[in-house]
């Protein structure tokens, strides 16, 4: 990066830690430092909400899935809009209601202690693994930019996170997720004006979709029920909506965001507002990614996208054989480049011969692209066993920092910062909060003063950061890190919601039954999992039926004993 890049990242980022700081200065109680004292305005909440969900994660590896996989992805955010609804009418009234910190508490007046702990467990654990990830994910780039090892870069991130989390609190990571939201949409719209402008002069925005549809990255919808495919429109719209309805339900990551609102109608708006906003944004993200790929289609891409790797490679003992697959990676792109534009011109006749001769030559061409990286990687685990092999958390990155100008780098960089810094600072607040309320306050200090809840907090705000960055380090092992922390949620949350829909609506259920329930469910997940029985988003529904279901089993079971012993 240039030092303009570097300047307008730094002036960003200083701005946006300054104005978290300043605007949650005097926090003295664990109300001001957890809840925000529920002063927030409605699109304070609902720019807080999206800014939770969308990490750095979101900003790197979306366009590197679209890149990858095509628009496919977009349907896992079907059902969000339809969570949003049930939760407005049922969740947020109640949790208002009962003037709770987290959603746990809860849990304890519904059931029992034995209950709300179980499930603050499951939450803190699920929560804990994936902040790691969303800390890993900026990392990433500090660490393309400067060609330094990704270790160091991740310390450094978790502890400037780490550092405004633990002095302001929920008040801080509210304010500076306004601001970083919208600043973030502005930036988005950049990258997808500069992505199309820099396509060939003859190729505009239509064409290009063209030629990304023929390709197979257009693929944004698919009507076919399949249990092991991810992304179809049924696993979005029924895997997806148990999925987003746990997450905003009964995660105290999101919980802890609404409830922040000054009322139930604020705290509803902003969950509605993220509703709208949220499949829309998502679907923009994912076609700036298929946008990159129709740019490279004209334009050489990297052999492999992460330069740090790629760079340790090419000074080792393997240079000649890197070298050699580098060639064979050009000529292939020559031949591909020369299909594209007989596949262009095709389109302008709407010549289907040419075009299904072309697709196919493209598709031979990509198995033969796909077998030179694979020799690369080989070569790159054959040099260092740690070596970071998989690329696709760069591809966006790449292209940004190799075709940008200056000024637009550093802004998108600092763009993708505000994500993480954002999700990862509530994520946080939202572990400490609920090892305070539901754990130190519960079990370890019952009648502590509000100072010393306060100091707690603190104390567990930095625990928990230190612990996020831990896992930060295993990070790169992952694969797609947005896939990644999607199957980590998707293990944890179907069981977690089925507790909250037997505690709302199954009244005849107790503590000890969907206690057993759940642990049970979560081993049946675990093992259908592990088993690669179904796709991931299916979890979610499977979870939440079973804790539902084995409840009712249970209790019947205990009702029809007791009725034998009277």
């Known amino acids: 990066m240039s030092n303009t890049d570097w300047i307008v990242l730094f002036c960003t980022l200083l701005m946006i830690v300054a104005y978290g700081v300043y605007k949650s200065k005097g926090i003295r109680n664990i109300d001001g430092y957890l809840l925000g004292n529920k002063s927030l305005p409605w699109y304070h909440v609902g720019l807080s909400v999206m800014a939770t969900q969308a990490s750095a994660i979101t900003f790197l590896s979306a366009p590197g899935l679209a890149y990858s996989s095509g628009m496919s992805f977009v349907q896992f955010y079907f059902g969000l809009p339809l969570a949003m609804i049930v939760l407005s009418i049922s969740f947020v009234p109640i949790f208002h209601r009962l003037r709770v910190f987290t959603a746990y508490e809860f849990l304890e007046k519904r059931f029992d ?90 190729i505009g925005l239509v064409k290009a979709l ?21 992304y179809t429109l049924w696993s979005g719209l029924i895997g997806g909506f148990f999925l987003q309805l746990s997450y905003f339900g009964t995660d105290q990551s999101q919980v802890g965001r609404y409830l922040t609102g000054s009322s139930i109608r604020h705290s509803r708006i902003g969950l509605l507002m993220n509703g709208l906003l949220k499949v829309p944004m998502q679907f923009a993200i994912l076609l700036i990614g298929v ?122 960089v600092a763009i993708v ?43 567990f705000t930095f625990v928990w950061g230190s612990f996020c960055v831990l896992i930060a380090l295993y990070a790169s092992k992952l694969g797609n890190l947005l896939e990644a922390v999607n199957i980590l949620g ?34 049946i997940i675990v093992f259908l999992w592990w088993s690669d029985a179904m796709a991931f988003l299916w979890l979610n529904l499977v979870g939440c039926a079973g804790v539902v279901l084995f409840a009712l089993l249970f209790q019947g079971t205990t009702a029809h004993k007791q009725l034998k012993t009277s």
């Open 113 to 202: 202690v034995r209950t709300r702990a179980f499930t603050a467990f499951l939450f803190l654990l699920q929560r804990g693994l994936s902040t790691g990830i969303t800390i890993y994910a900026p990392a990433i780039i500090l660490s393309s930019i400067l060609q330094i090892n990704v270790t160091y870069t991740t310390l450094f991130i978790g502890a400037l996170v780490v550092l405004y989390t633990v002095y302001g609190g929920t008040k801080a990571v509210s304010y500076t997720q306004l601001l970083q939201m919208s600043i973030i949409f502005g930036g988005l719209l950049t990258a997808g004006i500069m992505v199309v402008y820099m396509l060939p002069k003859d």
């Open 417 to 459: 910062f505000m994500a993480s810094m954002g999700a990862t600072a509530s994520a946080i607040n939202s572990l400490a909060s609920t090892t305070v309320i539901d754990i130190y306050k519960r079990f370890v200090s019952k009648k502590g003063s509000e100072q010393r809840y306060l100091s707690a907090s603190r104390i």
């Open 210 to 230: 063209h030629i990304a549809g023929k390709s197979g990255k257009a693929n944004a919808i698919d009507l076919s029920f399949d249990w092991n495919n991810p």
């Open 490 to 523: 998707s293990l944890f949350y179907g069981t977690i919601l089925g507790i909250f829909v037997v505690a709302f609506y199954v009244k005849r259920a107790g503590g000890r039954a969907v206690l057993w329930a759940a642990i049970l469910t979560e081993m």
């Open 291 to 412: 946008l990159v790929f129709a740019y490279y289609q004209y334009n050489s891409p990297p052999i492999f996208f992460n330069k740090y790797e790629l760079n340790k490679i090419e000074n080792s003992g393997y240079t000649a054989q890197v070298d050699e697959l580098k060639t064979e990676h050009e000529s292939i792109f020559r031949e591909k480049q020369e299909q594209i534009h007989r596949l262009t011109a095709a389109l302008d006749r709407d010549d289907e011969a040419t075009i299904d001769n072309v697709r196919q030559r493209l598709r031979d061409a990509d198995v033969r692209a796909k077998e030179v990286r694979e020799d690369l990687v080989a070569l790159m685990e054959e040099n260092d066993s740690m070596a970071d092999t998989n690329d696709n958390n760069y591809i966006f990155l790449s292209f940004v920092t190799e075709n940008f100008p200056k000024g637009v780098i550093g802004l998108l």
